[in-house]
């Protein structure tokens, strides 16, 4: 099982982001996938959830409205789209596959002037 995200990078307060997760080793149409972030000194928090045909997502109340989980089988792909970006949402962000317990490496998301 391998979980490689990408997409993370330094951006001003009110820009976008989109991160990436390709996921392998597994039959990626049939799960659950979470985007989960940490921030330093905080604890691991989830993101957003979106179901295993992309219909039901759920999402943080502090990200909700901003961000967007979306997934693409045919590229057993995850994606977070990021906009309005707010300083607080400064983080590492994880790829996690809930029913596998596995988790990417994580990709730095920072938002700063």
């Known amino acids: 099982v391998q979980l490689v995200e990408s997409g993370g990078g330094l951006v001003q307060p009110g820009g976008s982001l989109r991160l990436s997760c390709v996921a392998s080793?597994?039959?990626?149409?049939?799960?659950?996938m979470s985007w989960y972030r940490q921030a330093p000194g905080k604890e691991r928090e989830l993101v957003a959830e979106?179901?295993?045909?992309?219909?039901?997502?759920t999402y943080a109340d502090s990200v909700k409205g901003r961000f967007t989980i979306s997934r693409d089988n045919a590229k057993n792909t995850v994606y977070l789209q990021m906009n309005s970006l707010k300083p607080e949402d400064t983080a590492v962000y994880y790829c996690?596959?809930?029913?596998?317990?596995?988790w990417g490496q994580g990709t730095q998301v920072t938002v700063s002037s």
């Open positions: 080793g597994f039959t990626f149409s049939g799960y659950v």
């Open positions: 996690y596959a809930p029913r596998l317990n596995f």
């Open positions: 979106i179901g295993a045909v992309g219909v039901m997502k």
